[in-house]
């Protein structure tokens, strides 16, 4: 039987709340699938602080290169936020996250047709959407060097190397042979030195994947895109900057943003996680929607290798949807019971484990 080591951060606001939700489905389709889950907790962010007066301990960034996979939560809350910047929880997490090699962040934006009306598109627009951007997380402008603000003038840096441009390309490749084979690489070539590089490596190593189509879009193209018709994107592989906003973009096409999972891969150990933070104003209510923290676990066991565990999961939460339970934050949208963060997690674990 496989056995898989699982760092597991809860972290603060609503996150200790989803993240036992989502090991209570692991565990009902672990026993289905015949694999084990052993889990180890650590501390990340606020809660971190208040142990270790750190927010990115040693003893978690070791746990996790010790695990198989890292399952998080989220972090921050107003606790924390007037600590020197060190001291803050979110940058526990890039430290994490800088630490443990992650430069690829993976972000699948499915629509559940059970929820075509949490969306502000029109339902046409965005029935069948199925994309996932894949955005290099680790340079690019957000660390290039150098960077300086004087009371006059500031200026930051976009830079890339080949290296870092082959290693996020070939993560899109890879993703894109496991879904529908399209990859559209979003650069602002006509105007950035750095995005030439960027679009003459991606056609570099898209020789090594002949079966995969590959277009080049501007990034003020893709914006817009994104919004005309999302249906004609498969996956969208981008830079740090332009991907913070695009996959901000695409996420909100789905209707909440309970709903979305995200990997961070790249080094030995992949970190999964939702894309909200620790929502705060609901914590402790038993009202979060813990969807896409579960979702995050799907994609973790994907990740693992457990593919059929995962499809359990994902199937899982389509049927609960389709049975009308919906949590507080979509209790507008079709819902024929409003449940429980706890509740919600017990009818996928249920689901998942028929
Ligand atoms: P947020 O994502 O926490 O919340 C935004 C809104 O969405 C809130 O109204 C919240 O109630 C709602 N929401 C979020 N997740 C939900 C869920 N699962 N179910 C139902 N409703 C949900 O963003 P914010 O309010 O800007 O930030 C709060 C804290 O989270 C801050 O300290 C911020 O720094 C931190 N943060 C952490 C992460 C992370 O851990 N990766 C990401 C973003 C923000």
């Given amino acids: 039987m496989n056995n898989y080591k699982i760092a597991v951060i809860k972290g603060d606001g609503i996150g200790p709340e989803i993240v036992d939700e989502a090991i209570k489905v692991l565990d009902a389709v672990a026993s289905k699938e015949n694999f084990n889950l052993e889990y180890n907790e650590f501390l990340l962010g606020g809660s971190a602080v208040d142990v270790f007066d750190n927010p990115c301990p040693d003893e978690t960034i070791k746990g996790c290169l010790n695990a198989n996979a890292v399952l998080f939560g989220s972090i921050g809350g107003e606790k924390w936020d007037n600590l020197p910047k060190e001291k803050r929880p979110e940058f526990g997490l890039l430290k994490l996250r800088k630490s443990l090699g992650l430069f690829a962040n993976v972000r699948p934006a499915i629509i559940f047709?059970?929820?075509?009306?949490?969306?502000?598109?029109?339902?046409e627009v965005i029935k069948g959407v199925d994309l996932s951007v894949v955005r290099?997380?680790?340079?690019?402008?957000?660390?290039?060097?150098?960077?300086?603000?004087?009371?006059?003038?500031?200026?930051?840096?976009?830079?890339?190397t080949k290296e870092e441009i082959e290693r996020i390309a070939e993560v899109a490749f890879e993703e894109a042979m496991k879904r529908r084979k399209k990859v559209t690489s979003v650069d602002k070539a006509n105007v950035l030195e750095v995005s030439e590089l960027w679009r003459e490596t991606v056609e570099?190593?898209?020789?090594?994947?002949?079966?995969?189509?590959?277009?080049?879009?501007?990034?003020?193209?893709?914006?817009?895109?994104?919004?005309?018709?999302?249906?004609?994107?498969?996956?969208?592989l981008t830079g740090n900057i332009f991907g913070d906003i695009l996959s901000d973009e695409a996420s909100m096409i789905i209707g909440s943003i309970g709903l979305l999972p995200s990997a961070s891969i790249g080094g030995k150990v992949g970190l999964f996680e939702p894309i909200h933070g620790s929502a705060p104003d609901i914590a402790g209510q038993g009202?979060?929607?813990?969807?896409?923290?579960?979702?995050?676990?799907?994609?973790?066991?994907?990740?693992?290798?457990?593919?059929?565990?995962?499809?359990?999961?994902?199937?899982a939460i389509k049927n609960v949807l389709q049975e009308g339970y919906r949590t507080k934050d979509l209790a507008s949208f079709d819902a024929k019971e409003v449940v429980t963060t706890e509740e919600m997690g017990s009818l996928i674990a249920e689901h998942a484990s028929n």
Wanted: no cysteine; glycine share 4%; aromatic share 8%.
């Fill in 113 to 123: 047709d059970e929820l075509l009306n949490a969306s502000t598109l029109k339902p």
């Fill in 204 to 236: 570099e190593v898209h020789k090594r994947y002949p079966l995969v189509e590959l277009e080049h879009m501007y990034v003020d193209n893709a914006a817009m895109q994104l919004v005309r018709n999302p249906k004609q994107f498969d996956v969208i």
């Fill in 136 to 160: 290099e997380l680790t340079g690019g402008i957000y660390f290039g060097e150098p960077r300086e603000k004087t009371a006059d003038v500031a200026f930051n840096t976009m830079i890339y």
């Fill in 287 to 315: 009202i979060a929607n813990p969807i896409a923290t579960i979702l995050s676990a799907a994609m973790m066991l994907d990740y693992l290798g457990e593919t059929k565990a995962a499809q359990r999961i994902n199937t």
